[in-house]
């Protein structure tokens, strides 16, 4: 099990029957007949959420239950009120900007791999000039963030060495920095590497480790002043897959997040900087990628926007027997679109036309809701 029991929230709650609503209908009304009609929002953006799963955690298990929207402001929570309260808000509250970019619709995030060895694309662009091409790219292509990064965390992958990573990203966030206006995201595990691409021009520091790998990094993210998405893994790239433990997956991976965001706050980053990532993939076998991702809308109750990479990895292939990640853009579609409508704010995607084309039809349709309910 991952975690001890003290580091346990005791009730969590997840958003049921999202639907997109037209600006104001929102609000969930009485009719007269005691029963709520409409909806809540959903961390503030074009989705509402009709009813709730509340989840229960003890010694004895984790019980579950919906209830409507009714009952969630008539109820007796008992000794969880005010954390009841504070979820729920959470779950309600818009997300702030990020690094400027408005979260009020779905964002994407392209993958600049610059590595011999990344899981999918390892060695298509590990020089500065291919890399930077392939950004620009993306860019084209609709991505409002560049996520570079140069060591691959894959399962199984090794550390690479400071100046190793620095050779391959600074160069490429530099080359970026000159020629786009877009976000770039520096994806790494290392205070110096996020030290000198911050001075670089990054705009965004992505860590899958949640600054947890390099004593130095909470310092220095709090001192870059830059926003920081923080990803759940259960132990390192090397080991992680061999043998993850957990007691309720979808929960642990909550209150660990929650600890990070409680970590990084104490440390002088404020919430409004942060990002979570479930995590899909790491420290995670099938069955844990798959409850994970049927529960995301529960981590809005982390009161900070989500980012959801599932791009061609092994769980697509793993549902669908297809070995090649190159072949897995039809599923990393199906999860992005999955996520989005749960109301992911960032997707991570390689495949940045693919993903937008697919996203464009979801909004019309969405818009086409809003528009019978407005």
């Given at each position: 099990?991952?975690?001890?029991?003290?580091?346990?929230?005791?009730?969590?709650?997840?958003?049921?029957?999202?639907?997109?609503?037209?600006?104001?209908?929102?609000?969930?009304?009485?009719?007269?007949?005691?029963q709520?009609?409409g909806?809540?929002?959903?961390?503030?953006g074009?989705?509402?959420?009709?009813?709730?799963?509340?989840?229960?955690?003890?010694?004895?298990?984790?019980?579950?239950?919906?209830?409507?929207?009714g009952?969630?402001?008539?109820?007796?929570?008992?000794?969880?009120?005010?954390?009841?309260?504070?979820?729920?808000?959470?779950?309600?509250?818009?997300?702030?900007?990020l690094?400027?970019?408005?979260?009020?619709?779905?964002?994407?995030?392209?993958?600049?791999?610059?590595?011999?060895?990344?899981?999918?694309?390892?060695?298509?662009?590990?020089?500065?000039?291919?890399?930077?091409?392939?950004?620009?790219?993306?860019?084209?292509?609709?991505?409002e963030?560049?996520?570079?990064?140069?060591e691959?965390?894959?399962?199984?992958?090794?550390?690479?060495?400071?100046?190793?990573?620095?050779r391959?990203?600074?160069?490429?966030?530099?080359?970026?920095?000159?020629?786009?206006?877009?976000?770039?995201?520096?994806?790494?595990?290392?205070?110096?590497?996020?030290?000198?691409a911050?001075a670089?021009g990054?705009?965004?520091?992505?860590?899958v480790?949640?600054?947890?790998?390099?004593?130095?990094?909470?310092?220095?993210?709090?001192?870059?002043?830059?926003?920081?998405?923080?990803?759940?893994?259960?132990?390192?790239?090397?080991?992680?897959?061999?043998?993850?433990?957990?007691?309720?997956?979808?929960?642990?991976?909550?209150d660990?997040?929650?600890?990070?965001?409680?970590?990084?706050?104490?440390?002088?980053?404020?919430?409004?900087?942060?990002?979570?990532?479930?995590?899909?993939?790491?420290?995670?076998?099938?069955?844990?990628?798959?409850?994970?991702?049927?529960?995301?809308?529960?981590?809005h109750?982390l009161?900070?926007?989500?980012?959801?990479?599932?791009?061609?990895?092994?769980?697509?292939?793993?549902?669908c027997?297809?070995?090649?990640p190159q072949?897995?853009?039809?599923?990393?579609?199906?999860a992005?679109?999955?996520?989005i409508?749960?109301?992911?704010?960032?997707v991570?995607v390689?495949?940045?036309?693919?993903?937008?084309?697919a996203?464009?039809?979801?909004?019309?349709?969405?818009?086409?809701?809003?528009?019978?309910?407005?």
């Amino acid at each position: 099990m991952e975690f001890t029991s003290a580091m346990q929230r005791s009730i969590y709650i997840r958003p049921l029957g999202i639907f997109g609503a037209a600006p104001g209908a929102h609000d969930a009304q009485d009719d007269g007949s005691g029963q709520m009609w409409g909806g809540l929002p959903l961390a503030g953006g074009r989705l509402a959420f009709s009813a709730l799963e509340v989840l229960e955690r003890s010694a004895r298990g984790t019980q579950r239950r919906t209830i409507g929207l009714g009952d969630v402001f008539e109820r007796d929570w008992g000794r969880n009120t005010l954390a009841a309260a504070d979820l729920l808000e959470a779950v309600r509250s818009p997300r702030p900007r990020l690094a400027g970019l408005p979260l009020d619709r779905p964002r994407i995030m392209g993958i600049v791999n610059v590595t011999p060895d990344s899981f999918s694309d390892g060695g298509r662009h590990d020089e500065a000039a291919a890399a930077i091409a392939h950004g620009l790219k993306l860019a084209d292509e609709g991505a409002e963030i560049l996520d570079i990064g140069g060591e691959s965390t894959r399962p199984g992958s090794d550390a690479v060495a400071l100046d190793d990573e620095l050779r391959r990203v600074i160069p490429v966030i530099e080359g970026l920095r000159a020629k786009t206006d877009k976000l770039i995201s520096i994806d790494t595990r290392k205070a110096e590497v996020m030290r000198r691409a911050a001075a670089a021009g990054a705009d965004i520091l992505n860590d899958v480790s949640a600054l947890t790998h390099d004593p130095k990094a909470l310092d220095v993210a709090a001192e870059s002043g830059l926003p920081v998405m923080l990803m759940h893994a259960q132990g390192d790239p090397k080991t992680m897959n061999d043998d993850p433990q957990y007691s309720d997956v979808v929960l642990d991976v909550f209150d660990y997040l929650e600890g990070r965001i409680r970590e990084c706050v104490a440390a002088g980053i404020p919430k409004s900087r942060l990002i979570a990532d479930p995590g899909i993939g790491f420290g995670k076998h099938l069955h844990h990628n798959v409850a994970v991702l049927n529960a995301l809308s529960l981590y809005h109750g982390l009161g900070v926007p989500l980012l959801l990479g599932a791009s061609r990895k092994k769980l697509i292939g793993q549902i669908c027997n297809v070995e090649a990640p190159q072949d897995r853009v039809p599923g990393s579609i199906a999860a992005a679109l999955f996520g989005i409508a749960q109301g992911v704010q960032i997707v991570r995607v390689h495949d940045v036309a693919e993903t937008r084309q697919a996203i464009a039809v979801w909004e019309a349709a969405q818009a086409g809701s809003e528009a019978r309910l407005a």
